[in-house]
């Protein structure tokens, strides 16, 4: 009867978790897409480039061949799998509230685990694996918030993310320093899982920077969360956006005041053209 190697069952596990977090990632980059009012093209996209984004990310780093989602036809059918899930939910369930913050945090003890386990099969050191480890656990969510244009949520307030993936890298690299890979693999994503969980329940942040009034303090939250975290929902910019629409349509439609010199009238011309959407006219010059 054939026994795998011990190095061929932890790179099968490595593989399963990779996968995982795949699919785990691929639900929430969906999830944001529906969010934002994506059609079906923008939700897959994002989905896909969620799903594989922090994996590719670290195999391009790690230089050991072609990243193994462009060489393992199954981390794309995975991450269109997530995209599909998302297709067929009906997001505004309650239940579906929770079950993106596990979700969320699964993914990321996931792709901890996958990464710093990888970067340690290749023959870096610790620092290395920790780093990797991390960059694959929240690398997927940095580039969907950067397509959809917004500040990483890993920069932003909030519970504990790239600490939790910090964290369980470390357990995993301590548990194969001392021989025992298998029983780091299962503390490791139990302890990112659990910190980040515990991170959202009790909405537990990094520490701040102090700001003075005389500096930009960022908000709590840029756009929509896919995970349920405590942040502002963009409604304030829309607003905002609104608000300056209506004055320039306002603008627009006040009377012109009579030029003075005798040549063309181009007051306000320039100041309108990107608050309304239709052309203005140019009021052609004034005769004695």
Same mark, same amino acid.
């Given at each position: 009867?054939?026994?795998? =190697?011990?190095?061929?069952?932890? =790179? ?5 978790? %990779? ?6 990632? !691929? ?5 944001? !897409? ?10 897959? /996209? ?20 072609? &990243? !193994?989602?462009?060489? %393992? ?7 269109? $799998? ?9 997001? =505004? ?18 792709? $901890? ?9 290749? @023959? ?26 917004? *500040? ?12 939790? /993936? ?12 001392? #021989? ?29 920077? &102090? ?9 709590? #939250? ?10 502002? *929902? ?8 609104? $608000? ?10 006040? &009377?012109?005041?009579?030029?003075? %010199?005798?040549?063309?009238? %181009? ?7 990107? $608050? ?7 009021? @052609?010059?004034?005769?004695?």
């Amino acid at each position: 009867m054939f026994t795998p =190697s011990p190095e061929a069952a932890v =790179s099968e596990v490595t593989r399963v978790l %990779d996968l995982a977090g795949v699919a785990a990632n !691929a639900i929430l980059g969906g999830a944001v !897409a529906r969010r934002q009012h994506f059609d079906v093209v923008g939700l897959v /996209a994002l989905a896909v480039i969620c799903g594989l984004g922090g994996g590719i990310v670290r195999d391009v780093l790690l230089q050991h061949g072609p &990243p !193994a989602a462009l060489t %393992d036809p199954a981390y794309l059918l995975v991450a269109l $799998a997530g995209a599909a899930v998302i297709l067929m939910t009906k997001l =505004s369930a309650k239940p579906w509230h929770r079950a993106f913050q596990f979700v969320d945090a699964a993914a990321l003890g996931c792709w $901890a685990v996958a990464g710093a386990e990888k970067t340690l099969d290749v @023959g870096l050191g610790a620092l290395p694996a920790v780093l990797l480890g991390t960059i694959t656990a929240v690398g997927g969510g940095a580039i969907r918030d950067v397509i959809i244009r917004r *500040s990483p949520k890993v920069f932003r307030p909030g519970p504990l993310e790239a600490t939790s /993936a910090v964290v369980g890298s470390g357990v995993l690299v301590a548990a194969h320093h001392f #021989g025992h890979a298998t029983v780091g693999v299962v503390l490791g994503i139990v302890v990112t899982t659990g910190s980040r969980l515990i991170a959202l329940r009790l909405g537990i942040h990094a520490p701040r920077i &102090p700001y003075t009034k005389s500096h930009h303090q960022p908000a709590e #939250g840029d756009g929509i969360s896919a995970v349920g975290e405590r942040g502002g *929902s963009g409604a304030p910019h829309r607003r905002a956006q609104r $608000a300056r629409f209506r004055r320039g349509a306002r603008a627009a439609r006040a &009377p012109r005041h009579e030029p003075t %010199d005798g040549g063309e009238d %181009d007051a306000g011309v320039e100041e309108l053209a990107g $608050a309304i959407s239709k052309p203005i006219e140019h009021a @052609g010059p004034a005769h004695a």
